[in-house]
């Protein structure tokens, strides 16, 4: 990989770090040791996505119009660093909360600003993005055995995860200064990108694929949100020590997904396909947490994870990237984040701590039920799918 390709490979590893030193455990931790409820674990994991609904459009317009990419990724990953610091030492709700909302709000532009910058730096994003995106799946997997491997030494600690987080974080806002140079579009007659951005709504199969990619978003965080203290539950059975680990089995299939079958099945079959293959595949790992039985298929089925995931949200920011003229990419890229990562989350992580909540007696959880819930939405979302939406730039993907 060459020195502009190896620098966004690097970018894509610690951005992807820092979510997965957390984001799949924190909730064991919230749920354990501070004794939070499931609505307000749901609550505390609906903060970045209400974060990516405020902040990316703003991070899109600095971008697009105003500074250089990289300098902006840099400034909000050092802050956001030592946000994360903080609230490794925080265990009141409230104060948790805040700190974590103001930190949500610094990381949540990030996460289309990288995929913009890539993009951007890439000869073919259908070809390239791939191989470069795969060093972020690499980077949660990395967070996750070093979290495991810190625990297993005796090394945990309350918070433990959040700190790691921040750690990664302050490396990558030094690491993005060495990011290739990108300036914001000059040449652009309207100075209002997200405008712009917007008016892309108008034809009818994106605004098709934005409503449905906002809805298999809202089921997402069923996994994120859930999954780390399902395998911890006495149905399971898996030690705390090991989930950070056990759960890197969806990014490892993530990585020979995005790296090995995602442009091959593009070229091939197309972008339509690609993202229906995509949706299919949530309801069949839905259904299997939702048996719970044998404890081996479901650790099994985490690698669903790599087709649920890559086929469905990379391929629909490469899809966006395609359709986005180029002096508007950050702010389109921000727009597909807005609804999936962003209003889709924020409602998902809700959703799913309202129906722990509700499924949870004396502590028990019927999982199952809790489970069936996002599968029977998943098999809904397929069908509309492929009832509605047309990819009218398809042979051209093909070719």
Known sequence: MGGAKFQLGAMMFLQYAIWGAWAPVLSAHLFGELSFTGAQVGFVYSLLPLA???????????????????KVIAVLQLAGGGMLMYASTVTEYGELVTVMLVY?????????????????????SEDEFGRVRVWGTIGWIAAGWALTAWRTMGGAGSGDMLMLAGVFSIVMGLQSFMLPHTPPNKESSSPWAFLEALRMLGDRNFA??????????????????????????????????????????????????????LSWFLKKYGMRATLALGVIAW????????????????????????????????????????LAPPDIRGSAQSLIAIVTLGIGSFVGSNFAGWVQNRFTVDGVTDWTTVFLVPCAITIGCAVAYLLFFKDDREPAVAN
């Open 52 to 70: 990516t609904i405020i902040a990316p459009f703003v991070g899109g317009q600095l971008a697009d119009r105003y500074f250089a990419s990289e």
């Open 104 to 124: 949500c709000l610094l990381y949540a532009p990030t996460l289309a600003l990288t995929n913009s910058i890539a993009m951007s730096n890439l000869e073919s």
């Open 283 to 322: 309801p069949i790992r839905y259904v299997i947490f939702a048996i719970g039985a044998p404890w081996w298929l479901v650790v099994a089925s985490l690698t669903l994870h790599g087709f649920c995931y890559v086929f469905f949200f990379v391929a629909a920011f490469i899809y966006v990237d395609g």
């Open 208 to 261: 098709t694929f934005m409503a449905i990619s906002f809805v298999v978003a809202t089921e997402l965080q069923f996994y994120y949100v859930l999954t780390g203290p399902y395998l911890e539950s006495a149905r399971i059975g898996i030690a705390s020590a090991s989930v950070p680990a056990v759960m890197t089995i969806a990014q490892i299939a993530e990585i020979f997904v995005v790296a090995v079958v």
